[in-house]
């Protein structure tokens, strides 16, 4: 057999790891990867879209829920990476927990240290309410109150059908259907992922620039 990490004959049949990736460019290599998780999500709704009659969408609704949400994740610690950059934070350059609604909020709040124009504040809130949005209804569905009281989130929802105590998840307990609109979320997934995209290399050609001329 084959190896996998190996050449097509054809140069538009190789996928090339290291291409887009740079060196020690962190950031940039975090928004790679979170681009790529991101565009796989929609990608592949797209292509289930185009024929649903064997119902694949039921199976593939998992890693396309994960990537999605991987994807937002990434974003979201890119972003944070940058911002603490330019506030000069000393410290962890971003949290390393999975709780997007934490990492969400976190990112808030340094675009809110960051940011003195109101113009510029309006603006970031406006593009990020898509993402507010669906992380509010997804928390919805994730989150619940442990027996001490403490709100806990199942974020692995998308990967394993039982929790880390061994409880199924939200969508196995549920007697009704437990569904996803495909079309509407490609719309909505389509203004996320444009919008993080956008804030991630905003921030991050902040940072560069900041860097270039204090070099100089």
């Known amino acids: 057999m084959k190896d996998i990490f190996s050449y097509n004959a ?7 790891l290291n291409w887009r990736t740079k060196g020690h460019d962190h950031i940039r290599n975090m928004i790679v990867l979170a681009d790529g998780f991101m565009s796989s999500a929609i990608l592949l709704t797209k292509l289930v879209l185009q024929d649903n ?6 199976v593939v609704i998992y890693p396309i829920l ?3 949400n991987h994807g937002i994740e990434v974003y979201l610690k890119a972003i944070s990476w940058s911002l603490n950059n330019l506030l000069h934070n000393k410290g962890k350059p971003f949290s390393t927990h999975h709780n997007l609604m934490d990492l ?10 960051y940011e003195n124009n109101t113009e510029k504040l309006k603006t970031f809130n ?3 309410e898509p993402l507010e949005e669906y992380l509010k209804e997804l928390y919805s569905k994730i989150e619940k109150v442990s027996d001490q009281g403490k709100r806990v989130y199942n974020i692995d929802f998308s990967r394993y059908t ?5 409880e199924p998840q939200f969508y196995i307990t549920e007697l009704n259907n437990v569904v996803v ?3 509407n979320f490609i719309v909505v997934f389509q203004k996320i992922h444009q919008n993080l995209d956008n804030f991630a290399e905003h921030y991050l050609e ?11």
Do not use: P
């Open 10 to 16: 054809d140069i538009n049949k190789t996928a090339y």
């Open 53 to 58: 009659r064997d119902k694949t969408a039921d």
């Open 66 to 68: 994960f990537n999605a």
């Open 104 to 113: 969400f909020a976190n990112v808030k709040s340094l675009v809110n240290q």
């Open 126 to 128: 406006s593009w990020i």
């Open 162 to 166: 039982l929790d880390i105590k061994n």
């Open 181 to 183: 609109d495909l079309e």
């Open 206 to 216: 902040l940072t560069e620039w900041e860097l270039e001329n204090n070099e100089h």
